[in-house]
């Protein structure tokens, strides 16, 4: 029985010919990631093993993203608990508070990860990497101090989910509705453990930004991964950041998958998840009106530069509506950049918005736009739990750059077609 991409790359570092779902294994790694909420408790627990040393100084890296620049003085504690091992450890990828960005956006920024690569990472979304035809996957701060310490980590081999993708993406439809529409068919546990593996002609039409943020979201449904093919454009991606050697796996032709779904991408419309799971869909032609307090534009999953751009088209020469608070976070230092040098930042505030430093802030409820009871958000984030940005009695819908910048216009979550976009 042939094997998935996933199970060719855990093969291939486990110095194994072949392995089948449910096996347990040990692989070697490429890289351990850590945040500065994750990473304080694996250096805590990495100080009570033997091997007190990092396995590889160039293998490992440390992101201060969630609560920086630091919010109080808990933050700023685990801030410097993170700076002062990595400064012990000489790691080499330490990014500060002016050269970080949010990690799942940077380190592919930064040439980090390539296709191939076998990634863990203290943090659920870590999934995201799979984008570039990598496993990675989100861990513990156990398994990742162990991870620092040996180079090394077990997984019980996945067993796959295919999902064909066909056609091209409607105007205003982008990877965000594709994984939101995809979880709305499935569930939150539709994929659990399982590694969703996106094939088809269908890909060539999605953007690498589409495919990280379709990767991303992977674990909102369950999935230990998300991981597509590798093609002209990840190769391109690729060589473009980083000089690591990379490898393509590419799954047998007789691979079993325990489902399949074949996804037309010409059919899938603007896409928001209502309150309180990422799986509760209904598509912008099929929502009444619903006021909102807040929009955020930004995070691991939207902040990229085209999310960006898709935003200010929407909101070029208009204003946020009276009473809204409108938030964009570009997702790295460089996008920031890019996007002050292309004139987004200033269609931003001149619609009526604030642009933040990249943080992962919001997203959790941690800082930068945390929601008071009775508030509703619409978010580009990852997660619409009970409480997951503020009071327990505020709501967040998630949806598309597009669809968060056109509710920022109307002051009720809306479609770009509203606007006569």
């Known amino acids: ?95 500060e508070v002016g050269e970080m960005g949010i990690e799942h956006a940077l380190l592919p920024e930064k040439g980090l990860v390539v296709a191939g690569d076998v990634v863990i990472g203290a943090d659920s979304h870590t999934c995201t990497y799979g984008a570039l035809g990598a496993f990675s996957t989100g861990v513990g701060s156990t398994d990742m101090a162990a991870g620092m310490a040996t180079g090394k980590a077990w997984f019980k081999v996945p067993s796959a989910l295919r999902f064909i ?115 509760n869909t209904h598509t912008i032609d099929n929502i009444g009106d619903i006021p909102i307090d807040q929009v955020v534009i930004g995070s691991c999953t939207n902040g990229r530069l085209d999310d960006l751009r898709i935003a200010a088209k929407v909101m070029e020469g208009r204003k946020v509506a009276k009473g809204i608070r409108a938030i964009v976070f570009p997702a790295t230092q460089k996008i920031y950049l890019q996007a002050l040098e292309e004139g987004l930042l200033s269609t931003f505030i001149k619609a009526g918005a604030v642009v933040s430093t990249p943080t992962c802030g919001p997203c959790l409820g941690g800082h930068m736009g945390v929601l008071a009871a009775g508030e509703r958000a619409v978010s580009t984030t990852n997660r619409n739990f009970v409480g997951r940005m503020g009071h327990v009695e505020s709501e967040v819908y998630l949806a598309s750059p597009a669809v968060a910048a056109a509710s920022a216009i109307t002051g009720k979550i809306s479609g770009p077609e509203e606007l006569g976009l």
Not at 8 to 17: P, S
Not at 182 to 199: H, L, N, W
Not at 205 to 211: F, K, S, V, Y
Request: aromatic share 8%; with cysteine.
């Open 1 to 95: 029985m042939g094997m998935t991409m996933t199970q060719k790359i855990l093969a291939d570092h486990a110095g194994l010919n072949e392995v089948k779902a449910g096996q347990l294994i040990e692989v070697k790694l490429d890289l351990v990631l850590g945040n500065d909420i994750t990473a304080p408790v694996a250096i805590k627990e990495m100080e009570k093993l033997n091997n007190k040393q990092v396995f590889d100084k160039d293998k490992i890296a440390l992101v201060p993203d969630h609560f920086t620049p630091n919010k109080d003085i808990k933050s700023a504690e685990n801030c410097k608990c993170m700076r002062e091992f990595a400064m012990d450890h000489n790691i080499t990828n330490y990014f």
């Open 165 to 279: 993708l066909k056609g091209k993406p409607a105007k205003w439809a982008s990877g965000k509705d594709i994984i939101l529409h995809i979880i709305g068919m499935i569930g939150v546990d539709g994929a659990r453990y399982q590694s969703m593996e996106f094939v088809g002609e269908g890909i060539k039409n999605l953007t690498m930004d589409d495919r990280f943020t379709i990767a991303n979201m992977a674990i909102e449904a369950g999935a230990k991964n998300g991981i597509f093919p590798v093609d002209d454009l990840t190769v391109k991606y690729i060589k473009e950041h980083s000089s690591k050697p990379y490898s393509v796996y590419e799954a047998d032709e007789d691979t079993v998958y325990e489902k399949t779904y074949e996804i037309d991408l010409s059919v899938i419309k603007p896409t928001v998840a209502f309150p309180h799971l990422p799986e």
